[in-house]
């Protein structure tokens, strides 16, 4: 919207509203709608005769200079494919080696992608869970694997220790320790 230059109006700083609003009610604006049609026809004259001179390059192009753009457009194809494979190529080969870590499927895959995208943050947070994973199943191992603590039966290092004992206890610790009861009588001899 086109504003009114106040200063090209005589006196108006000094006038009453009233003064102000007749001056504006008569104030007539220079009329520019030629220029601007004239303008409009210079612009879309010059759009036409821009796709008359494409239409005449594209005319001219050799038959040689068309299959060297094609051949350039498949070209560009091929790289983005390429580099699209890599890629998941990428991502196979570090996940193949999380796999052999011991990494579970979806952490590996999900570690791959990160590593392959630089994104430490989840690369580091994907280490932690596989981490506390891996404690947390040693710490299983450990406690299937840990013997039972011996029974509460008393066994014996002298040869009283053997008179304290039963007869069955006696012959209990003969056959479950026989250089331990060797060894007791031959001490006490």
């Known amino acids: 919207m086109a504003k009114i230059d106040v200063s090209t109006i005589e006196g108006y ?12 009610e008569g104030y007539e604006f220079d009329d520019k709608s030629q220029e601007l ?16 001179w494409k239409k005449k390059h594209n ?5 040689e200079e068309r299959k060297k753009q094609v051949e350039a457009e498949e070209l560009a194809t091929l790289k983005e494919k ?27 895959l999900s570690t791959a992608e990160a590593l392959a995208n630089q994104d430490t943050q989840t690369l580091i947070s994907n280490q932690k869970a596989f981490i506390e994973a891996q404690r947390k199943a040693i710490k299983e191992d450990l406690y ?3 013997p039972n603590p011996p029974s509460g039966k008393p066994t014996a290092t002298t040869i009283d220790d ?8 006696r012959y ?18």
């Not at 700083?13 to 504006?24: D, F, G, I, P, V």
């Not at 005319?59 to 038959?63: D, I, T």
Request: glycine share 2%.
């Open 144 to 146: 299937k694997n840990t």
């Open 37 to 52: 049609e004239r303008y409009k026809n210079a612009v879309s004259k010059a759009n036409s005769e821009a796709a008359t």
């Open 13 to 24: 700083a000094s006038m009453t509203a009233e003064q102000k609003l007749s001056a504006l």
């Open 82 to 108: 390429l580099n699209t494979l890599e890629r998941e190529k990428l991502i196979a080969n570090h996940k193949a080696s999380f796999l052999a870590l011991g990494y579970g499927e979806e952490l590996a």
């Open 59 to 63: 005319e001219l192009l050799s038959e």
């Open 162 to 169: 053997l008179r304290k004992m039963s007869v069955s206890e």
């Open 172 to 189: 209990d610790f003969s056959v479950n320790h026989p250089e331990e009861y060797k060894q007791i009588y031959t001490d006490s001899n």
